[in-house]
């Protein structure tokens, strides 16, 4: 894969200092850019307001409609986490020092990837590659990789660090089907914004849209590769490790509003 190619899935400075998290792009508008902030204002804010008291802090809330695929792409680009911050383990020390790291904190971005299948009758195998995000760093862990076995159940199975992400509801299933471990402590942000009022499923995308007020590039060219392949290609990297550094910006951008855990729909155990 050449560079150039990188560059644009990337679409985010090189350089980051070390924590930051992702800030809501600004609006306010000036003679160079008032073509963007017009679009940017068409973008639905996810500001958190209080339930009344007496409802339900997870009850409906009427909301706007979601975004439209031209108003998002008019947005700035997503501050993505850059191949230099990805790390694929390989040995049993590496994969521990990515525990170690995972598990010190509260929450972290998690998704799955599986190889897809196009002929009929065609069992899936997946998930081959399971990532998970910390603010300043991703890891993707290789299911093929036997040294991956323990650390990846060490992190899914840990009742004190969230797993954070978007869609996990087949997740669960096909985790323990292949790995043989269970996913618990689980935080589905669809199923947060679908108690907002919304009611198409908000993926990563549109999230980071809503709440970011940013561009998330989502490429099928990297959702429908190989990813049982031995060696995954930078590309293949980016694209894994900042779906689930995606959602962890969304949560950290959503807490930050004044949303609290307590009001979040977190999973503690495997259904």
């Avoid at 990563?204 to 392949?229: D, I, P």
């Avoid at 490790?241 to 979040?264: F, I, K, P, W």
Wanted: aromatic share 6%; charged share 20%; proline share 6%.
């Amino acid at each position: 894969m050449c560079a150039t190619e990188v560059a644009a899935l990337l679409r985010a400075p090189a350089k980051r200092a070390a924590g930051a998290v992702p800030e809501p792009a600004a609006t306010e508008q000036t003679a160079d850019t008032s073509q963007q902030v017009a679009a940017t204002s068409a973008v639905p804010s996810t500001a958190v307001t209080a339930a009344p008291r007496g409802v339900p802090a997870h009850s409906p809330t009427p909301r706007a409609a979601l975004p439209s695929r031209d108003a998002i792409d008019a947005l700035p680009p997503f501050d993505a986490l850059p191949l230099a911050r990805i790390q694929v383990p390989q040995t049993r020390e590496q994969f521990a020092q990515a525990v170690e790291q995972l598990l010190a904190e509260r929450y972290i971005g998690f998704d799955t990837e599986s190889k897809p299948t196009f002929a009929r009758g065609e069992a899936a195998t997946g998930p081959h590659v399971v990532q998970f995000a910390k603010r300043d760093a991703a890891w993707l862990f290789q299911v093929h990789n036997a040294a991956s076995r323990d650390a990846l159940a060490a992190v899914l199975a840990s009742g004190s660090t969230v797993k954070v992400g978007f869609g996990l509801r087949s997740d669960r299933g096909h985790i323990r089907a292949r790995l043989g471990t269970p996913l618990h402590t689980v935080l589905d942000l669809t199923t947060w914004f679908r108690r907002q009022g919304y009611r198409n499923e908000v993926g990563v995308k549109t999230a980071v849209a809503m709440v970011l007020q940013q561009r998330f590039v989502k490429s099928k060219r990297w959702s429908t590769s190989n990813w049982a392949a031995a060696q995954l290609s930078e590309g293949q990297c980016v694209y894994a490790a900042n779906d689930a550094y995606g959602a962890l910006a969304v949560l950290h951008a959503l807490l930050a509003q004044g949303h609290r855990e307590a009001d979040l729909p977190i999973i503690e155990q495997d259904a």
